[in-house]
């Protein structure tokens, strides 16, 4: 049979299975303290992603309203331009007609004073 001596001994030498499960869990803490470290540095980085983002899109949302705005006013330049020339082809016409007239009214006045 074992002394008490030994018995003494061997239980200073066993660890205890509660300080060995002590050991376990505060070493599983450590690694899942790790792991949420690094997944809430994944999602703060993902938020400034996500900002970046949100504010490339309010800025090109800013560029097409511009651009649309640049693209009525010409729109309505060019409306603009077309009438104007709708306007000057009209005179044009009226202005050949007239034209027209005249040399017709002078050929008739050169006509009758050959008579």
Sequence with gaps: MMGIQQHKHLLHHQPDPLVLELHHLRDTLKVKDNQLGIAQAEIKALRAIKNLKTRAVDELENELNKLDEKLR???????????????????????????????????????????
């Design 73 to 115: 006013l010409t729109e309505n330049l060019l409306q603009q331009k077309n009438l104007e020339i709708v306007k000057l082809k009209e005179e044009k016409k009226n202005a050949l007609a007239a034209q027209f007239a005249a040399e017709a009214t002078l050929r008739r006045v050169q006509a009758n004073q050959k008579v």
